[in-house]
Structures are given as structure tokens and as C-alpha cells.
């Protein structure tokens, strides 16, 4: 009732941070076609595969050509990872003994039985062709062992030859260790692992995804679909302690999966980020409550998966939300270019222009107004069309919330900044009189064609423009008082996004703060780089050539884009503050599948 606080994580502990550790801001730009250190997408053709298998009456002869090419690879690595892992235990290394293997697919149990037969006889034919160690197949079975080794584990410190070695001495012991268990409500095998060692590869579905502990959970195929984020987070078993084996874990699941995932985990650590503001801020519990039910980041629901709706509330409260996605459409580009043209015509002179410190920090070339009808900034976001997905909520959302705020006298005057520092060593006129150097920002390749991503527009001191008086006062002290119990060393980033929560939570709740950013339209990533440069696979700096008549014009939009960044102060409303928005709530079964 008095108090909640949010933990940090242990910096042994395997979770989302060092799973998304290279990804970008926006889950939809994720380039599936580079590998990462830990995921494998596996392509929704190989997850077509499974229905052959499924339609087969038996396992038959033809089992290596009817197994998925991601299923085989991921049962090597566990072969490998197993072997790797014994390695280490032998030269004293400590870890967990036993070795898992999660395979979750689907929840029908005749179709687990399918998947365990497959990974059974795939197990046994494999054996066979090692402890042989001679003729065709046994010779192409190794050569396939050394690939994945190439590919996946030679920057591990054990060698090819200490994997071949171990193969050639114990290989047959271990490999005769591998247990397949079918884990469901149909199967009396369990999970009790037991004080000796264990090397399992644990198939099921429900069962299996709730309330079991893996030990030594090192690879998992995961196939299952949903985007319920509470059902994922639990299907998800994966994260964990990871002593002396975190470099070998794998996870192979779906595109879909991936973005999902990666969606819940950003927006639950800026959410557990935010409670430990308000804690420090001696907020209540009850305040805490507020922040999870109504996190606009955590609405994931598609529009286009409604069958039914009804209506649920978010609130805006201490939040920032950024345009950094487009639609890829000049018409709409040329739009939202006059839209924000009207904007800047319609608020009269900039308070400064040029360069304005506010002893927080010193920025160049912008132009700043101050205490803005808010009129001209719902107007603004009535205006401005964004590119819709799943997750998106319309700028409309963001007028209808201001309008909801004032009121209650709340978010009644604005600051307005439009950036013109870029680099891109092209000008632009807003408004006829205000002068701006396009912003360089880097685009994510995309395979949707209506679509520009932008991986970051904003730095994170652009939330302390407008801040003063006792704002800026009370800004540093949260800060100093933040930093005293946080390692900078180990925890860089709470610490950076808790100067952009403590000036969101100082701001008065009168202020609102409007960041503009007109970007240079690059679509394609390769001639953004040969434009800017770039460092290559060596490290060699490649400098640009900076000649925007060498630009495919397919590259390059033909107006800037218009980016922008909106930072909500906290709300004394609580739930008053709430805007309404729509949610299905019914689901196709393959959903909660």
C-alpha cells in the first residue's frame, strides 16, 4: 500500500537485454536476412513443412527429408553446445550439468507426438553415422558438424579439434545420454532432473510452457503464436541464469515472434524504468497500478485481427512518444511537410533562435517558442498522418488527450522546438523565414514498400529543451540522487533514460513539449551510407560523397521527412487523465493458440 520498488537486474542474469542487445528502436525494421548472436527466424515456408509431417500416417525412411532444415540445425546446436559445454565442465569451469532443449511447436498433443517421433529416429540415425566414423554419410554428418561449428561457435574458446577429440573419446556415451521427452497431459514422462547429469530435449506444448523449470536451458525452438503479451512472456523460457554457457544459448522461433517480443520487452523495461522514477518520487502504488493498466507502449492488439471491440482507456501520463516510421507515399510526405509548415506560420516569432542553453545542456541552429496555445498543436496532430501497424495509436489520440488535459487546466502551454543542426549539408525554409540543415538519420531496410523506418530521430537531451526555474532545479537533483544508487558502469542505461524521465516528471503538468526533426528522406540504406559514410567490416572509415545528385531519386523523398517527438509531463489527474481507445476482445482461436 505504501510502497513499490523495481529491482535491477543482475548483470548474470540472460534476459532481454543481451537477447535485443543489437536490434533497433522499431521491432518492424528487424533484418531477418543478418544473422544475430542469439536468434534464428525460422521462415513461415519451414513452419509449412510441419504440416506434411503432421499429414504423414508414419515416420517412415524419408525422415531427414521430411525434418525442417531449422529443426535439424537446432538439434546440431544442441549436439554441439552439449559437447561445448562438457568441455568446459572438464577444464573446471562451472555451470549448471544438465543440458535442455526446448522444442514447443504446437499445443495438439497427436502433433507433439509427430515432432518426437521425427527428433527420435532423426537422434538415432545420427548416433549411428558417428560412432561408425566411416563411409559417405558419416563423413558429410561431420562435415555439416564442422559447418555449424564455423558458422555459429569458433569465436568460442574451445577448438574444432577439441569437439572432435571429445566426439571420437565419449561421443557414444553422450550422445546414447540424449533423452526425447514428450512432455503433455498424454505422456507419463516428467521433468525431475535429478542430482546426475541430464541431456534432454523437452517437446510439448501447454504443459511445457507453464510452471516447469528447464535446467540448463540452452537452445529452444519456439513456434508457437500469439500476441497476447502476458501468454508470450510466460511461453517464454528462455531468460535466465546462463553462468558459463550464456555464449552458446540459441532461440529459434518465428519473425512475428521476434518483433513481439522485442515490443514487450522494450516497453516493460521503459515501464520498470519509470516505476523506479516514481518510487524515488514517493509515489504510491495505487499511482504505480495507473502506469501498468494504462501503458500506451503495452496496447499490441492489431486492428486488422477485430472481430468485436469495446472500449478501454490509456493515458499519456510521463510518457514521450516519437514519429520514427512513414508511410512511403510523396503525397502523404508532401503533407505532412505543410502540416507542419501551417504549424510554424500559424505561432508567431520564436523566443530564440540559433543557439540556446538552458544550463542542462547547449544546442545549435534551432528555433524555440515558448507558451503555445495548445490549439495549434492538437490541430498539428489532427493534421499529421503517421503509418499505421499493430501497435500504432493515431496522432489524433495524442490531440484527444491534450484536449482532455486542458480541461483540467492541464497542458495549457507548450514549447515548441524545431531542430535545424543536421549535417546533411542541405537547406530547408520552414515557414518562409526559418532557416534549417536537414537532419541525417539512419533507415532500416524494409521489406514492407509502404514503409520508411528510421531507426533514431531524437537524442535523449532534447527532453530537457524548455525546462526552467525550478524545473531545472529539481531535475538535477532527482538525477544526482539516481546516480548515487546506480553503477554507471553497469547500468548506463537506466541512467540515460532517467534524465528523460526525471525532465518528463519535473516538467510542470501546464507544460507540454513539442520536438520537430525535418530529416533528409533517404529509403534506402546503402545510399544513405555512400552519402554519409561509414565504417567497413575492417573499421576503415569510407567517407561519403555527400553529392545528392549521385542519389538514386528512388532513394530519396522528394520533400523532408517530418519527424517528431511529443514529451508529456506527469498528470495530477490520474484516471481523469485517461483518453478512451478501441480493443477487440474476441480473438480467432489460432491467437491463443
Known amino acids: 500500500r505504501d510502497f513499490m520498488q523495481s529491482l535491477s537486474c543482475p548483470k548474470e542474469f540472460f534476459g532481454p537485454h543481451k537477447l535485443f542487445s543489437d536490434f533497433d528502436s522499431d ?11 542469439f536468434l534464428i527466424p525460422v521462415s513461415s ?33 544442441f549436439i554441439l553446445t552439449g559437447i561445448i559445454r562438457q568441455c568446459r565442465r572438464d577444464i573446471g569451469i562451472k555451470m549448471n550439468k544438465h543440458h535442455t532443449m526446448l522444442i514447443h511447436i504446437t499445443r495438439l498433443n497427436d502433433e507433439q507426438k509427430k515432432i518426437t517421433d521425427i527428433v527420435k529416429n532423426l537422434l538415432d540415425i545420427w548416433r549411428d553415422r558417428l560412432i561408425e566414423g566411416f563411409g559417405d554419410n558419416s563423413k558429410k554428418l561431420r562435415q555439416n558438424l564442422r559447418l555449424e561449428w564455423e558458422k555459429s561457435f569458433s569465436e568460442c574458446n574451445e577448438s574444432w579439434e577439441d569437439i572432435e577429440r571429445f566426439i571420437y573419446d565419449k561421443g557414444e556415451d553422450w550422445l546414447e545420454s540424449i533423452e526425447v521427452l514428450m512432455i503433455n497431459s498424454e505422456s507419463d514422462e516428467d521433468l525431475n532432473y535429478g542430482e546426475l547429469p541430464r541431456n534432454i530435449i523437452a517437446i510439448g506444448g501447454n504443459k511445457l510452457s507453464r510452471g516447469l523449470t528447464l535446467e540448463g536451458l540452452c537452445v529452444s525452438y519456439f513456434l508457437r503464436h500469439t500476441r497476447n ?62 502506469k501498468v493498466r494504462t501503458n500506451p507502449n503495452l496496447i499490441i492488439t492489431s486492428k486488422t485481427k477485430m472481430r468485436n471491440a469495446r472500449k478501454e482507456q490509456t493515458s499519456f501520463s510521463q ?67 503517421r503509418f499505421i501497424e499493430a501497435r500504432s495509436i493515431e496522432t489524433a489520440q495524442f490531440a484527444k488527450y491534450i484536449e482532455n488535459l486542458n480541461t483540467f487546466n492541464e497542458l495549457t502551454n507548450w ?28 533507415p532500416s531496410n524494409q521489406r514492407n514498400e509502404k514503409k520508411i523506418s528510421l531507426k533514431v530521430i531524437t537524442q535523449s537531451i532534447d527532453e530537457l529543451v524548455g525546462l526552467e526555474g525550478d524545473e531545472i532545479d529539481n531535475y538535477k537533483s532527482g538525477l544526482q540522487s539516481f546516480t548515487k544508487i546506480h553503477n554507471p558502469d553497469t547500468d548506463e542505461k537506466s541512467i540515460d533514460q532517467a534524465r528523460r524521465d526525471l525532465a518528463r516528471y519535473h516538467r510542470s503538468e501546464k507544460r507540454g513539449l513539442l520536438n520537430l526533426y525535418p530529416i533528409l ?36 523523398t522528394t520533400e523532408p521527412l517530418i519527424g517528431f517527438q511529443l514529451s508529456f509531463p506527469f498528470s495530477k489527474m490520474g484516471d481523469q487523465a485517461c483518453v478512451e481507445y478501441m480493443v477487440n476482445t474476441v480473438y480467432s482461436e489460432s491467437e491463443f493458440a
Open 27 to 37: 521491432p518492424e525494421s528487424v533484418d531477418f536476412d543478418r544473422s544475430y548472436d
Open 45 to 77: 515456408s519451414q513452419i509449412d513443412d510441419f504440416s506434411k509431417i503432421y499429414n504423414q500416417e508414419e515416420i517412415n525412411d524419408m525422415i531427414e527429408d521430411l525434418a525442417p532444415k531449422s529443426l535439424k540445425k537446432s538439434i546440431i546446436h
Open 229 to 290: 503479451y502476458d501468454t508470450l512472456m510466460q511461453m517464454g523460457r528462455w531468460f535466465g541464469y546462463r553462468m558459463g554457457y550464456e555464449d552458446l544459448c540459441r532461440l529459434y522461433t518465428t519473425e512475428d515472434v521476434i518483433k513481439w517480443f522485442f515490443h514487450i520487452s522494450v516497453a516493460t523495461e521503459e515501464l520498470r524504468n519509470t516505476f523506479r522514477i516514481m518510487a524515488q518520487q514517493s509515489a504510491t502504488p495505487l499511482e504505480f497500478g495507473l
Open 319 to 385: 510518457e514521450v512518444m516519437e514519429i520514427i516510421t512513414f508511410m512511403k507515399n510523396e503525397e502523404t510526405i508532401h503533407s505532412n511537410f505543410d502540416t507542419t509548415d501551417l504549424l510554424l506560420s500559424n505561432i508567431g516569432n520564436p523566443s530564440i533562435q540559433g543557439e540556446y542553453d538552458n544550463s542542462l545542456h547547449k544546442w545549435k541552429n534551432i528555433h524555440l517558442w515558448k507558451n503555445i496555445d495548445p490549439k495549434h498543436v492538437i490541430n498539428f496532430l489532427k493534421d499529421y498522418k
Open 415 to 442: 514549447t515548441i522546438c524545431l531542430h535545424g543542426s543536421g549535417s546533411s549539408k542541405i537547406k530547408k525554409k520552414f515557414a518562409n523565414k526559418y532557416d534549417t540543415e536537414l537532419l541525417l538519420r539512419t
Open 521 to 556: 528522406g533517404f529509403t534506402n540504406l546503402s545510399s544513405y551510407r555512400n552519402y554519409k559514410g561509414y565504417k567497413d567490416k575492417n573499421k576503415n572509415n569510407i567517407k561519403g560523397h555527400y553529392d545528392i545528385k549521385k542519389i538514386d531519386p528512388n532513394h530519396l
